[in-house]
């Protein structure tokens, strides 16, 4: 339960924004009628669910409890399963679309003789609410074949699992080794599954989904030692590495003037692997002489609010002559596993960008957080953007979005040539309704799975999926921040730059603004900018010399936190006040209605204050109602300080070569 509670409430960015710490089930076929269970916080105001860029209606059966019917025409897959409610979208967690029967397994089946059965070709799925493991019998003749796969990071669970597959007798006959226990049956019998987390960790975290098929495993790769093999400039080399450690050798001739870029990836493609790539110079007459060797991808500066790790080698060259370069690729780790050796003509190619949702700087100093994806009402939201394998030869980026959500407008953003960290903004009018969309500019976005408080006591697991989604929330910002000019800024490299900054702030935010330019550094030296409490405009001063930024193009963007109070359901309370409003106009009307009919003095004065005295004690039973249903909601939810994420508009600079004395 302390896991639970921390995972949700340690962020810094208190601002409503729904996040997703685990679902259930993992998984369902096409055109099933279920409940999903949504664990995680900020899940009001229930519209929909996102199945990777699908919108799906729910229906909210009590807290955390929702019904949905699956269309029949999703295909087998596994998506990105997002909320999109009141405060906008959450992050994603994956859900299976499979063709296969599933079983739950409810963890009433803690002992051998209380098995539930399964049968081949079908799914079992649940969650280890306890410490005890799950059991369960299936029926195998003579000859059939099982595989029981389950892996853990492919569903973004917690869950490190330990499995086993007994006799009738209750003998141990196969293991899961890596995921998988594959198993032929000796004789017709009913044999035992039993599943339990490796650590014994319980909880809603801890959930899984087992495939149990009838196809024979995989036949293991075959990985053949070769002489060294002839490629050319624009190819793609796909094979496996060579066993323990062995190194694969490649001759690359080239001309004089050709740009190219030499790539391995493995680590990339999702395998543990640590490629090693070694360039040498071919003599005619047989001589090799190094030219490098590259372990790792360079590092990303500044650093990215979510680790990016990357162990495949990368090397940019520009020819100044005819030559060839004997080429050995091996990996540290000494697998077997696949790669691809790249050899990538310099030519505009589509950047290979991944989002990270936003979180505050220096959040993530001791741990994690899941972060933000959404943008407030009448303020600007940025997700930050992570260019990996850059190099001096990659060419600027210019981000952009389309086909956002009704009332939010794209900013854009840059990343500067060979750089490999922007941002991307957009911005919410005032009126904006709650909304989501998929951002499919961008290919890619990178989560952490669960927030962490101390990375030292708990492991961070990330997870890389699709285009980032972004949300409208119906909360209000408290402000936003914008250049008053949105040219690009010049300024020599031993100069500062002053930059004029305009504020627009909510009517109940009146605080000091500190804001930190990402961007250009680490945000912990970042520079910052000082808007003193009540102020509508600043200014922002960039020591360029101090920064010893070099000549060229740079993409920074302001960003800090704001305190205000809000109050949560804000939506119901100001329809309760206008509808309390209401009935006192009415009150007042039934009044001046009664005062009327008193003064009357036609025959019909009487039946006129019986109908005006009606009308008013009516009207004086609705005010009542409404009056008290105001003061129910402003107790239920009172306004409590939340701390939000304010922007600037992203701002781009120009820095000139200094001027010589």
């Known amino acids: 339960m302390l896991l639970a509670f921390a995972a949700s ?132 003749k003579k000859g059939q074949q099982l595989s029981a796969t389950f892996d853990g990071q492919r569903f973004d669970t917690r869950t490190e699992m330990l499995g086993a597959l007994s006799a009738p007798t209750g003998r141990e006959l196969a293991r899961m080794r890596a995921g998988i226990i594959t198993f032929t049956a000796p004789s017709d019998a009913r044999y035992r599954l039993r599943f339990n987390e490796l650590m014994y960790r319980s909880g809603d975290d801890y959930g899984f989904r087992i495939t149990l098929s009838s196809a024979a495993p995989p036949a293991p790769r075959t990985v053949r030692l070769a002489d060294v093999r002839l490629i050319q400039i624009g190819q793609t080399v796909q094979d496996c590495f060579l066993p323990q450690g062995l190194s694969q050798a490649f001759d690359l001739p080239f001309k004089a003037g050709d740009q190219f870029i030499l790539e391995v990836h493995s680590h990339q493609l999702g395998h543990s692997t640590d490629p090693h790539l070694i360039i040498e110079n071919l003599k005619p007459d047989g001589k090799l002489t190094p030219q490098a060797e590259v372990a790792d991808a360079p590092a990303i500066t500044p650093v990215p609010d979510i680790s990016i790790p990357s162990r495949d080698p990368c090397y940019p060259y520009v020819a100044k002559e005819d030559g060839v370069f004997r080429i050995t690729v091996s990996d540290n780790f000494a697998t077997t596993q696949p790669y691809e050796l790249r050899i990538v003509k310099e030519t505009p190619r589509p950047a290979p960008l991944i989002a990270v949702n936003a979180i505050l700087p220096g959040a993530k100093v001791k741990g994690a957080e899941i972060g933000s994806a959404n943008v407030p009402r009448g303020g600007i939201a940025a997700l930050e953007i992570i260019a990996p394998n850059r190099n001096a030869l990659s060419e600027p980026i210019e981000l952009k979005a389309g086909k956002l959500p009704a009332g939010v407008i794209c900013l854009g953003g840059f990343i ?65 921040v914008q ?26 935010f009146a605080e000091a603004l500190k804001l930190k330019a990402l961007g250009l550094i680490d945000a912990a030296k970042a520079p910052e900018a000082d808007i003193p409490a009540k102020a509508t405009a600043g200014k922002f001063t960039l020591d360029v010399k101090a920064l010893k930024l070099a000549p060229g193009d740079y993409g920074l963007i302001l960003q800090g936190p704001a305190k205000m109070k809000i109050r949560r359901d804000v939506e119901e309370l100001t329809a309760a006040e206008s509808d309390a409003k209401k009935s006192t106009e009415a009150q007042a009307a039934a009044k001046k209605q009664l005062e009327t009919a008193n003064a009357d003095t036609t025959p019909k004065k009487s039946e006129l204050v019986k109908l005006a005295t009606a009308a008013l004690k009516t009207a004086d039973t609705t005010k009542a109602t409404a009056d008290e249903l105001v003061k129910d909601l402003a107790a239920k939810s009172p306004a409590k300080e939340a701390t939000f994420i304010v922007y600037s508009n992203p701002i781009r600079i120009r820095v000139k070569e200094a001027a010589k004395k």
């Open 483 to 508: 250049t008053e000019k949105t040219d690009i800024f010049e300024v020599a490299a031993d100069s500062k730059l002053e930059i004029a900054l305009k504020v627009t702030r909510h009517a109940d």
């Open 9 to 140: 409430a340690f962020s810094q960015a208190t601002f409503p924004s729904p996040t997703l710490t685990s679902i259930s089930p993992l998984g369902a076929k096409p055109g099933t009628t279920l409940e999903l269970t949504l664990r995680g916080s900020d899940l009001e105001g229930p519209q929909s669910v996102l199945l990777s860029d699908r919108a799906i209606p729910i229906k909210s059966l009590k807290p955390n409890l929702f019904s949905i019917t699956l269309p029949a025409d999703l295909k087998p897959a596994l998506y990105d399963l997002r909320f999109v409610g009141r405060f906008g979208v959450s992050n994603p967690r994956v859900f299976e679309i499979s063709t296969l029967d599933s079983i739950t397994s409810s963890g009433s089946n803690a002992k051998p003789d209380k098995a539930l059965k399964v049968a081949l070709d079908s799914v079992i799925q649940g969650s280890f609410k306890s410490n005890s493991p799950h059991w369960f019998a299936i029926d195998l």
């Open 416 to 480: 500067g040539k060979g750089q490999s960290l922007g941002y991307i903004a957009f911005q919410a009018s005032a009126d904006a309704p709650p909304g989501v969309c998929i951002l499919s500019d961008i290919p890619q976005s990178r989560f952490v799975s669960f927030g962490v408080i101390e990375a030292t006591k708990d492991n961070i697991l990330y997870r890389t999926t699709g285009s980032p989604a972004l949300g409208v929330s119906a909360q209000s910002s408290p402000a936003f």
